[in-house]
């Protein structure tokens, strides 16, 4: 049983470092960090960390994934919330235009989030949400090793959580360029 978990480790790593050399800076790694907390009558704080890794398959298409957590509290001095969210979410990137050091891309999402919480110590109920997501970004190349990347709101979601479905069309909807700029998330990546 050891030989065979060494061996199936040995493959891993072998097919993980011919892979790494074949693809000549065409992964990369990074993330997301987003920290908030707000102190209005009702106190609220959120962090969410989003690491990610992504691959180009050619110069218009790329695959990827993040694997996110996140943890939300609100106490109003009577009721206090906590949620925890796991969230899994494969991508595709289609890289549409260049303009210099910057890219833009539409990218569609499949996520995957698992949720629980609790009240004033008692849990709650978890559940589950799987959806449909197309937004738009863009990627800034800083240096040929690190960029960031920008990433907009959903322009489109399709989500159902256990059994209630959630459908959303960005467009004339009150749609507000401000706060759409103002809830977009900026990330750093490193390529290898």
Do not use: C
Request: aromatic letters at 14%; charged letters at 15%.
């Amino acid at each position: 049983m050891k030989t065979m978990k060494n061996l199936m480790v040995t493959a891993l790593l072998t097919f993980l470092v011919s892979f790494g050399s074949m693809a000549q800076n065409n992964m990369w790694v990074g993330g997301t960090l987003s920290i908030s907390s707000s102190e209005n009558g009702t106190d609220r704080a959120s962090t969410t960390l989003m690491p990610q890794f992504g691959m180009h398959l050619n110069s218009n298409w790329s695959v990827g994934g993040s694997l996110g957590f996140s943890s939300s509290s609100t106490d109003d001095g009577v009721t206090e919330t906590k949620y925890n969210t796991t969230s899994l979410v494969p991508f595709a990137r289609y890289w549409f235009s260049e303009a210099g050091n910057v890219r833009f891309f539409g990218q569609g999402e499949l996520p995957l989030r698992f949720h629980a919480g609790e009240v004033n110590g008692n849990d709650l109920d978890g559940y589950n949400s799987v959806g449909l997501v197309a937004r738009p970004g863009l990627g800034v190349s800083l240096s040929e090793r690190w960029g960031l990347t920008m990433l907009m709101p959903p322009v489109f979601s399709f989500v159902n959580t256990d059994g209630s479905t959630n459908f959303y069309f960005g467009i004339n909807d009150g749609y507000n360029i401000q706060d759409y700029l103002l809830d977009t998330s900026v990330g750093i990546i490193y390529k290898f």
